[in-house]
């Protein structure tokens, strides 16, 4: 069984900044990718950011330049540095994470959301 852990979530005005942190934990062999994704209300979630396990990162073009993924891999955690932040950057912020379980078993998994609000 694998969690992951969502912190740093909050409110913050505009042009603020936030940290988000997540934490892998139970059966981990290896961590594949990790990354954020966010949902709006009445909207569909959508990729923030994603690093893999070698560095190699990818970001949703309306965050470049703002936000930074960054991750340790022997601590099995991801963060996401972000900055100027704007009120449509509001969303609830989830944690992805594919994980081999076993050498053969990979699974997706997903923590619980943390809130993140952006006041104009």
């Known amino acids: 069984q694998v969690q992951l852990v969502e912190s740093g979530g909050g409110l913050v005005q505009r042009g603020g900044s936030l940290r988000l942190s997540c934490a892998a934990s139970?059966?981990?062999?290896?961590?594949?990718?990790m990354g954020w994704y966010r949902q709006a209300p009445g909207k569909q979630r959508e990729l923030v950011a994603t690093?893999?396990?070698?560095?190699?990162?990818n970001y949703a073009d309306s965050v470049k330049g703002r936000f930074a993924i960054s991750r340790d891999n022997d601590k099995n955690t991801v963060n996401l540095q972000m900055i100027s932040l704007k009120p449509e950057d509001t969303a609830v912020y989830y944690c992805?994470?594919?994980?081999?379980?076993?050498?053969?078993?990979?699974?997706?998994?997903w923590g619980q959301g943390t809130q993140v609000t952006v006041s104009s």
């Open positions: 992805n994470a594919a994980i081999l379980t076993t050498m053969v078993s990979m699974g997706d998994y």
């Open positions: 139970g059966s981990i062999f290896r961590i594949v990718v």
């Open positions: 690093i893999t396990s070698g560095g190699t990162t």
